[in-house]
């Protein structure tokens, strides 16, 4: 599976982000897809995720209430919305895949597929 991410930019702080991120080379439904995001000399950290139909999501506390992840398995894409961002939201926004079989997890290491990273920067 190969992914792309895009969508990222500068906004200020309070404002709104789309990210999205669009799959080929498999059968996109079969993957839980995730959002994750790392700033320099940080580890990369859980974001948000969602199962394979679009039922099943999972945020990070951090971003609770204010990010919406959501897909369309037709256009093989998983979004990321981004409301109400503070300059804390700011890093590299990496999407990644795993097979709904696998068991569900925030761990960066135990997803398979990732994509190249689109920057966010809220700016106070």
């Known amino acids: 599976v190969q992914l792309q991410a895009f969508g990222g930019g500068l906004v200020q702080a309070g404002g709104s982000l789309r990210l999205s991120c669009a799959a080929s080379?498999?059968?996109?439904?079969?993957?839980?897809m995730g959002w994750f995001r790392q700033t320099p000399g940080k580890e990369r950290e859980f974001v948000a995720r969602?199962?394979?139909?679009?039922?099943?999501?999972y945020y990070d506390d951090s971003v609770k209430g204010r990010f919406t992840i959501s897909r369309d398995n037709a256009k093989n894409t998983v979004y990321l919305q981004m409301n109400s961002l503070k300059p804390e939201d700011t890093a590299v926004y990496y999407c990644?895949?795993?097979?709904?079989?696998?068991?569900?997890?925030?761990?960066?290491?135990?997803?398979?597929?990732w994509g190249q990273g689109t920057q966010v920067t809220v700016s106070s």
């Open positions: 990644a895949a795993v097979r709904t079989t696998a068991v569900a997890t925030t761990t960066p290491g135990r997803w398979n597929y």
């Open positions: 080379g498999g059968t996109f439904s079969n993957y839980r």
């Open positions: 969602i199962g394979g139909s679009g039922v099943v999501k």
